[in-house]
């Protein structure tokens, strides 16, 4: 009886993936229902293998409606490692010459046998020799394959390779009954070269096909692959021999040119396997050439083959033997027809004993396959267990009861708990995420001014005639003091020095922390001056600052001594100054004498003023730098007088933050 069902077969290419759906009807034929072909979207490789396969299956089987689960599958003939070989006739059982093969097999291929999927096919031979080809591909790429087809929800029960599905459909049209032909299949990343004469077959896959041309015109042109591809389609041709009209774009007639020259080396292995065929295999001259393949119909494909072989060159068609859908078209398929071959080639596994039949399903697959032919006898073994279980189940139905009422209520009690603990671990992790979060927060508004800060300071009290021409953080002191040791000594806060800024005044002592990667503390400043003789140290706005961080002082001292704005005499009562200081704490009136005196020099240079030694005073001065003459202190100091120019210095002074500033924000 004709089989009669439905078959979906899916070619899986090295750049995109076929998809044709077959009907087989009852009363026998072969039915095309929709094709769908979909490239893929970036390079296969063995880490992404399944998931670019599945994506474009998934595209295809949206696009085309297609409804069918049962699946064939065809791999590229890239993807396996196919070999010819010559055997002494054997005559034992079909388990002895499985066990022959399998020795060639183990001699030919470069990977452990545990590793790969095999298979093998008698194809003939003369009297005193039997030739045999055999298959082989890895596990890793089959498994792949399969993974992703099972994605989009299909059911593999075949996997083919594309020489043989290409050699089956070839036959089954009767190409090669009457004379040698060769058929070539350029694809995507390799090409296929198969041998037809009467029942003989040879083939070979070739590592040249269009990819190797997008290679070139990539190189020639330094563009991406993707790009290189867009030129070939748009542009590309075989260039013709001989003298010919170039066309007028530049970019075409060049693309041509590297067509013609892959084609060429194509055509170099396609007559050296001519050679192979009629001296090792006793072949014969072969008297037609059939092209297929997605690049095979580049424009003057066929007219360079013929010039170059010397035989006719036509491109195969595969659908004779096959009736279209009423939804299809035979003018829109004749242009895709070309890429269909090897689809039709294991559609017809189907329907028919095929020339070449060879299985590369995985024992995954084929422990299903035996199991659905199990699955009677195994429901019946499970028919009889349910009714053992029912007995069981009639005798201990009470204590079942008691069982379940007695698991539920405690189940209840274990949910309410779990229920507790997920909110209780709940709040502790956003608790946990807040503090973090509010830690980080805080660090980064106490550093966020920190730099700004650093440098108002240094231009505070950077004279005029000065320039900074470096400001470099250093990872420790260039200049260590003499002590072994290091006393750190309570030190009081400053009360004076018109530098100091008045929100630091009463600060706590100063704990010297140690320095670690993250934590900037050591500078060093570097730069050049002039003493201009009765000119002014610092600007009038730098003065103006300075008188205004001194009054601040003064009044942030009252403040501490207890003399706030509710004990002050009112606005319009005149005091005597020589009364309100009698009136003043004896501390306190020592401290505002002393910053009365410490308050700014003369603001005009002389010849005695050095303007780097005040910097380093003024420096000093300052809360956020360290006080110790040993830590911020002068490095160099190097006068022109040699030069000529006495009132010229350059100068490198190295400064100690009293806060360090973090480095990790």
């Not at 089954?172 to 198969?194: F, S």
């Not at 007695?406 to 502790?428: F, P, S, W, Y």
């Not at 002082?553 to 005091?575: F, K, M, N, S």
């Amino acid at each position: 009886m004709a089989k009669t069902d439905q078959v979906l077969v899916l070619d899986i290419g090295s750049t995109g993936v076929r998809v044709c759906e077959f009907d087989f009807p009852a009363g026998g034929g072969f039915i095309l229902l929709g094709y769908m072909q979909v490239e893929y979207t970036e390079q296969l490789t063995e880490e992404n293998r399944s998931l670019i396969i599945s994506a474009a299956l998934r595209s295809a089987l949206e696009e085309g409606g297609f409804t069918t689960t049962r699946t064939f599958v065809c791999v590229s003939g890239q993807a396996a490692f196919m070999r010819f070989v010559k055997l002494p006739p054997v005559t034992e059982e079909e388990s002895r010459v499985r066990q022959i093969v399998e020795y060639e097999a183990r001699q030919n291929v470069p990977f452990p046998m545990d590793e790969v999927i095999w298979d093998y096919q008698l194809i003939g031979g003369e009297d005193d020799e039997l030739e045999v080809m055999f298959v082989v591909i890895k596990n890793d790429i089959v498994e792949g394959v399969i993974e992703a087809v099972n994605n989009v929800g299909l059911k593999p029960d075949l996997v083919d390779f594309a020489p043989a599905a290409l050699y089956n459909v070839a036959r089954a049209n009767h190409v090669g009954d009457d004379e040698c032909v060769m058929i070539l299949n350029i694809g995507g990343r390799c090409t296929n070269l198969l041998f037809l004469d009467g029942d003989r077959f040879f083939a070979r896959t070739i590592p040249i096909a269009g990819y190797s041309i997008t290679q070139q015109i990539a190189k020639e042109f330094a563009i991406s692959p993707e790009e290189a591809e867009i030129l070939k389609r748009r542009h590309g041709f075989v260039a013709l021999g001989g003298a010919y009209e170039e066309p007028e774009s530049e970019v075409a007639a060049t693309i041509s040119k590297i067509v013609r020259n892959v084609m060429t080396r194509l055509h170099g292995e396609v007559n050296r396997s001519i050679s192979v065929y009629r001296t090792q295999q006793k072949g014969n001259k072969p008297a037609h050439l059939y092209l297929s393949g997605g690049s095979s119909t580049m424009a003057f494909t066929d007219h360079f083959f013929s010039e170059k072989l010397r035989m006719d060159v036509s491109y195969l068609n595969p659908f004779k033997i096959i009736k279209l859908g009423p939804d299809l078209s035979v003018d829109d398929l004749q242009q895709y027809a070309h890429a269909y071959p090897e689809a039709v080639g294991v559609g017809l596994r189907h329907l028919i004993q095929c020339p070449v039949e060879v299985s590369l399903i995985p024992d995954s697959i084929k422990q299903l396959q035996l199991f659905s032919k199990r699955k009677p006898f195994i429901l019946m073994a499970m028919v009889i267990w349910l009714l053992i279980l029912g007995v069981f189940w009639v005798v201990n139905a009470k204590k079942i009861v008691l069982y379940r009422d007695t698991m539920d209520a405690t189940q209840v009690r274990v949910e309410k708990l779990k229920d507790h603990k997920r909110a209780i671990n709940r709040h502790q992790n956003e608790a946990l995420q807040a503090q973090q979060k509010a830690e980080e927060l805080r660090k980064l508004i106490s550093d966020r001014y920190a730099w700004s800060e650093l440098y108002r300071d240094l231009q505070l009290v950077k004279p005029n005639d000065m320039w900074f021409v470096k400001i470099e953080h250093i990872d420790k002191p260039q200049y260590i003091k003499p002590d072994e040791e290091e006393i750190i000594e309570e030190k009081k806060p400053k009360r004076g020095g018109f530098f100091m800024a008045p929100q630091l005044i009463g600060q706590a002592e100063a704990v010297a922390e140690e320095i670690v990667e993250e934590e900037a503390v050591w500078f060093v400043i570097s730069g050049h001056s002039v003493n201009i003789p009765d000119r002014k140290i610092y600007s009038d706005e730098q003065m103006a600052q300075f008188d205004a961080i001194t009054e601040g002082v003064r009044a942030q001292i009252r403040e501490e001594a207890g003399l706030d704005t509710e004990d002050a005499a009112p606005e319009d009562a005149v005091a005597d100054p020589d009364e309100a200081a009698a009136e003043e704490p004896e501390e306190l009136a020592a401290t505002v004498v002393e910053i009365e005196e410490f308050g700014p020099p003369p603001n005009r240079v002389t010849q005695s003023t050095q303007l780097p030694e005040l910097l380093v005073s003024a420096i000093r001065d300052l809360p956020a730098f360290s006080d110790d003459p040993e830590e911020t202190r002068m490095l160099e100091l190097e006068t022109r007088e040699r030069l000529g120019f006495r009132n010229l210095s350059s100068f490198r002074i190295q400064v100690k933050l009293i806060t360090p500033i973090s480095l990790s924000h």
